[in-house]
């Protein structure tokens, strides 16, 4: 309703990050909710003396409100790739707004649960098969609408794979005409051809083009 959305304005506020700045520590105790509006965000953390990004979040992705609804530590490190423009929200505003307006309760409700289902569906889909599978699985779902910065080692360790053999794959994917390669980017020419090597696309529509940006 009109009073819904007027009561949601008037506590959101609009920030914006530089690229390489923290959005979120892990281990911090949440004060605040995010919506990304532009920009790329990796959900990170460390393991030993390496840093493994575990997922990447894009334009409409909602961050920290898991931690703030169950009062807990944030689990990962949020930083961001791009510069990121994100609107935010206090706890405290939202958890005021959740228990007082029932249409909004309920439409954040539904949101926590589609982006549960959806990264329950993706580990699925990155984790099962062969290499080649996983990597054009992974292309499909960060490589429309956005550009994403990120090592080939952060993209080898996020699909539990060696750098040596993720390189081999993209470049038998370059040679079949699927994508091409350039200095840290990468061009999803052939949408088609990645679904088929996937398995079945990814839930959604598919564009019919896009890039994602990893450095060689």
Not at 5 to 34: H, K, Q, Y
Not at 176 to 188: D, N, Q, W
Request: hydrophobic share 45%; with cysteine; glycine share 10%.
């Amino acid at each position: 309703s009109l009073d819904d959305a007027e009561a949601l304005e008037s506590v959101i506020n609009e920030r914006e990050f530089s690229a390489g700045d923290a959005v979120f520590c892990r281990g911090s105790v949440p004060d605040t909710v995010f919506v990304i509006r532009n920009g790329t965000v990796a959900l990170s953390q460390f393991m030993g003396d390496r840093r493994i990004t575990l997922e990447l979040l894009g334009h409409g992705s909602i961050i920290g409100d898991i931690p703030v609804l169950l009062q807990r530590p944030e689990l990962y490190d949020a930083l961001a790739l791009s510069d990121v423009s994100t609107l935010e929200i206090s706890a405290e505003d939202l958890v005021s707004l959740l228990r007082t307006r029932g249409r909004i309760a309920h439409r954040w409700l539904v949101s926590l649960a589609d982006r549960t289902t959806s990264s329950r569906q993706r580990v699925s889909e990155l984790l099962m098969g062969d290499l080649q599978s996983r990597v054009a699985s992974f292309l499909l779902y960060e490589g429309f609408g956005s550009s994403v910065e990120m090592s080939q080692q952060s993209l080898a360790d996020l699909l539990g794979a060696k750098r040596q053999s993720l390189n081999a794959v993209l470049r038998r994917f370059e040679k079949r005409g699927v994508l091409r390669l350039g200095y840290r980017v990468i061009e999803i020419v052939d949408p088609g051809g990645l679904r088929l090597a996937a398995g079945s696309a990814p839930a959604g529509e598919i564009p019919s083009g896009g890039r994602v940006l990893v450095a060689s």
